[in-house]
């Protein structure tokens, strides 16, 4: 069942997703050759909560931290720890923020220090995917065409498109209905409609699209150790077009 929010909810949902954004801008300053992901993770719990909101994250389905950090071949659900990060790791930040029972969801992924060529072309491709897949959403459209213009570009690029984990609805959960897949055809799937909620968040591989994951159980690599990337934004649909939640 795909809930669609009121006006009300989705005024909360605006400032839940604008913590997450501004978690984001928080912590860019620290995301330094030498820091843990650990003290990333601690830095993130401090600003979210003086925000009077909570990690969206933290013991979910049991997951340690307050936010994922995924580094190089990890795809997702890097678990914070005392692991330093190096100049020129690729480093996907997933955050989380509940205000006031709804949720915000956000991704990004940032190169430390120098790039190489290969991480900087995945960074660049990952992110015009998201919004590609963006570009597709008004009330009316089939979910399925936003999952299209995801795998198309990520095809014309070379990207391997992880189909194992998908996108979501938002709401007062985490995860609700609908999934919204990176790959799939046009004109199929959930119509969509003014007031609902979902997170776009295309996950891209330089290699293969295999994926397989630790015995910790949350975090996932690329199956070819190639480096992947991730971005996410909530956005709620409107009438014409959406609206970034996750943004300023």
Known sequence: MISIKSPREIEIMKIAGNIVYRTHQYLKPYLKEGITTLELDHLAEEFIRSQGATPSFKGYNGFPGSICISINDEVVHGIPSKR????????????????????????????????????????????????????????????????????????????????????????????????????????????LKAGMVIAVEPMLNFGSSDIYMLDDDWTILTDDGEPSAHFEHTVVVTKDGYQILTGE
């Open 84 to 191: 330093k990060i190096h100049n020129g790791d690729l480093v996907s930040i997933d955050i989380g923020a509940c205000y006031k029972g709804y949720h915000g969801d956000s991704a990004w992924s940032y190169i430390v220090g120098k790039a190489t060529s290969k991480k900087a072309y995945l960074l660049e491709h990952t992110e015009k995917a998201l919004y590609q897949g963006l570009s597709q959403i008004r009330e009316g459209i089939h979910l399925g065409d936003v999952s299209h213009a995801i795998e198309e570009y990520a095809k014309a690029h070379h990207l391997g498109v992880v189909k194992e984990l998908v996108g979501h609805g938002v709401g007062t959960h985490l995860h609700e209905d609908p999934e919204v897949p990176n790959y799939g055809k046009e004109k199929t799937g959930p119509i």
